[in-house]
């Protein structure tokens, strides 16, 4: 018992028991991994997880970042504890950026997405917004909204009945590779195992320090502001789908009688705590623009609130093993989009573990593309809300 702490072993370490961890720890667990889960916190969700606005979605630019999404969604729709709601997603986008962004809508129809391309005056039917300097819109039927506590608790229970063990209250103070075994010094106890998965979320950069490895996953706070309900005749429109005025950056859905709406601030970086009231006026501002209604709108200071985005330099994620640190394993850096994609995220690192060919190519998500494109950055996901 080194240091006096005592020590667990398994196959596999997973770090945080977000909704990445919990699916990672379930498919790790379906493939004979004896799997431990270190948590910080006193239960499962209590990260960025459980600070997520719930969009699932098909439009994406990156077309990896598609079919991550897809395969999710269709793992969600069998999930009753998913609680998957197809709200839609309505994008309306500026002149400068239409061509753009229609290549993407074919290609994520060519990808099996329902995606329409409609002209702003069709997207202000469905939501009443004004047309100055639309190049078109596009509206997603399948997209919609799920319950992130209850896929993440459900996957926690699914790997816990093939044996998976879930510490928590345990902080990874430190982590080292020796004797060909990964030893993950805690609060109050060590663990040891061949294998770790890094599915720390916003802290994965920082957890990877603590290993002497650079993974580039940084935090960004991002606040969600909800509405009192509606006035009457406003919700004649609900449920109002995901809409995103790519212009302003203002997003905006239904929360039952309520709207939740948002923008993130790109100067908003760091683990900076609480809500950032002076954004509001921001954020309301550029909303009148587009949504002249906002308003008639009260806010419900006590409703709102914020969490981390877990950025990348090219907003998308870090799959797959790290060079240089065998038996190390990112699943990190969904630079806001990591509820979406899940659960295809569980099954590609379960196979990234067992030495197979995953079933969606990771490739261009390796942490490789940092070192061998620097300056490149024409992968970059433009759908980052
Ligand atoms: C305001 C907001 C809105 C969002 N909206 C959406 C959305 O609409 N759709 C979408 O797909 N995504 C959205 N996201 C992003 C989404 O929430 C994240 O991508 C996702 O939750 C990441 O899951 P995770 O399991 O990787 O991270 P987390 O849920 O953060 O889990 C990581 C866990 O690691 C634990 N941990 C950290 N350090 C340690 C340590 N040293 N020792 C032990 N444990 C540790 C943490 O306590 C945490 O529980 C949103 C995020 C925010 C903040």
């Known amino acids: 018992m080194p240091g006096g702490l005592s020590v667990s072993r398994g196959r596999a370490i997973v770090l945080g028991a977000g909704i990445i961890g919990a699916a990672c720890a379930w498919r790790l667990a379906q493939r004979g991994f004896d799997v ?200 004649a429109c609900a449920p109002y789908p995901w809409t995103i005025d790519l212009a302003s950056g203002v997003y905006l859905r239904s929360e039952g009688e309520r709207l939740i709406f948002g923008c993130s601030n790109p100067a908003d970086t760091g683990f900076e705590e609480g809500i950032d009231w002076l954004w509001l006026e921001e954020v309301y501002t550029r909303a009148l623009t587009r949504f002249p209604w906002f308003e008639r709108l009260a806010i419900d200071r006590r409703a709102c609130w914020w969490g981390y985005y877990e950025m990348t330099p090219d907003a998308n994620p870090v799959l797959g093993r790290m060079p240089g640190a065998p038996g190390w394993i990112n699943a990190c850096g969904f630079s806001g989009h990591g509820v979406q994609q899940a659960g295809a995220v569980g099954r590609v690192i379960a196979e990234e573990a067992c030495g197979e060919a995953a079933f969606i190519d990771i490739d261009a998500l390796r942490i490789e593309r940092f070192s061998h494109r620097a300056e490149d950055r024409s992968n970059r996901e433009r759908l980052v809300i």
Do not use: K
């Open 36 to 235: 431990i889960v270190i948590e910080r916190e006193s239960a499962p969700a209590t990260g960025s997880t459980g600070r997520s606005a719930a969009g699932v979605r098909h439009q994406f630019s990156e077309e990896v970042n598609v079919r991550l999404s897809m395969a999710s969604i269709d793992e969600y729709r069998q999930m009753p504890q998913a609680a998957y709601r197809a709200q839609g997603y309505l994008f309306a986008v500026p002149g400068d950026a239409w061509n753009a962004h229609r290549e993407a809508a074919r290609m994520q129809r060519a990808l099996g997405a329902p995606v329409e391309t409609i002209t702003p005056a069709e997207a202000a039917r469905r939501v009443p917004m004004t047309l100055d300097g639309l190049g078109g819109a596009t509206w997603c039927p399948s997209d919609g909204v799920v319950d992130p506590h209850g896929i993440c608790l459900e996957y926690v229970a699914r790997a816990r009945a093939l044996g998976a063990r879930f510490v928590f209250g345990e902080a990874v103070e430190h982590l080292e590779r020796r004797d060909g075994l990964w030893r993950a010094r805690g609060s109050s106890a060590r663990f040891e195992a061949p294998l770790v998965v890094n599915a720390a979320g916003p802290w994965a950069g920082e957890l990877a320090r603590s290993a002497s490895l650079i993974v580039p996953v940084s935090p960004a706070r991002r606040i969600v502001f909800t509405t009192a309900p509606l006035p009457e005749d406003l919700r």
